[in-house]
């Protein structure tokens, strides 16, 4: 009986531990935080944009991911593609982004007039992409 119940006990942890990969490589994020002015920068939208795509005026922001008090935000279940991350700091909290209000910053590198050019991110299957920060927040119009 002891045997039995060893045996049973040992393909239940392993098939614990294969269950544990499998939602490893399904599971995909990316993590960050944003601020502005080196302030870290709450409740703002932080959306993937396919590559090649952008900030547009009447997108919607019901999609993205919102940041907690102290910027950080995290998305979950992410396919596989490549994005650019972009945060939209909403004004007037009608969940559509306006360019006459509304604040929008992008991941990537800052070029020499102090602007954020967008980076590309390559997301494969069961990554967790970290440090995806957005470091300024710029009214376009």
Do not use: W
Not at 53 to 59: C, E, F, Q
Not at 71 to 93: E, H, K, L, P, Q
């Amino acid at each position: 009986m002891k045997k039995k119940l060893f045996v049973l006990v040992f393909v239940l942890v392993i098939a614990m531990i294969g269950c544990e990969d499998v939602v490893k490589e399904l599971t995909t994020t990316i993590s960050g935080k944003v601020t502005n002015d080196g302030e870290p920068v709450s409740g703002v939208y932080v959306i993937l944009l396919e590559a090649g795509d952008s900030v547009s005026a009447g997108l919607s922001l019901s999609n993205g991911m919102i940041t907690n008090s102290h910027g950080n935000y995290t998305m979950i279940a992410v396919s596989a593609g490549d994005y650019y991350v972009a945060a939209i700091d909403d004004a007037n909290s009608n969940i559509i982004f306006d360019l006459d209000t509304d604040k929008v910053g992008y991941y990537g590198d800052p070029d020499t007039l102090g602007f954020t050019i967008p980076r590309t991110i390559h997301v494969n299957k069961g990554d967790d992409l970290e440090d995806i920060d957005i470091t300024d927040l710029y009214q376009l119009q």
